[in-house]
């Protein structure tokens, strides 16, 4: 009928939003440990509408040429489409993304940063260095110098019997000696 009053009716006054599309990187961020969100927005070429019914999909290369295979992009709400994509590797991936009705392709790098180690502090064993200054210490200390003994170790790392065996020592050497000056004085005496 259009035909017969002469009007031409073309795809924009029909309403249709025509092939070709323009896609948006709106986010690319890393979201823990070699973990990749993704999210692009779409709209219409040629009526800048929004492209809410896309098949999107998105394919990464990363550090030696390693490559995943494609991940869907599913619309989360408008023309929004996300995803979390891991990655094997620390390092820069890019993913290409590509959407069909409309056709449309966008690029985005990120570089992974490597996972950190973490290591909990250990408590030193080691006696205190005589002579350093003391950091943090608020009041002077009442305790007598430490002689070093009382904190030793054996190598196995057991407390070192060291100071039990000196004192054990000096008792029997204290003992020995009263029983030799015992001895002399009752073979000295009259």
Known sequence: MAAALG???????????????EMTVTA????GTN??????????TNDAELAQDAHVIAV????????LPAVDLPRISGARYEATITVPSAGTWTFTITSVEPNATATATIDIAAAATTTSPTASTAPPTTGAPSTGATTPSTTPPSSGTEDAQDT???????????????????????AIAFARSRR???
Not at 11 to 19: C, Q, R, V
Not at 28 to 31: F, G, L, T
Not at 157 to 173: D, H
């Open 7 to 21: 009007v031409a009716v073309t795809p924009d006054i029909a309403g249709a939003h025509g092939d070709e599309g």
């Open 156 to 178: 196995d790392g057991s407390p070192s019997k060291a100071p039990l065996i000196a004192a054990v020592a000096t008792v029997g050497l204290l003992v020995l000696a009263g």
């Open 60 to 67: 990464a290369t990363g550090p030696g040429g390693a490559a």
């Open 35 to 44: 973990r990749v969100f993704l999210g692009v927005g779409i709209k219409y």
């Open 188 to 190: 000295t005496a009259p």
């Open 28 to 31: 690319i961020e890393e979201r």
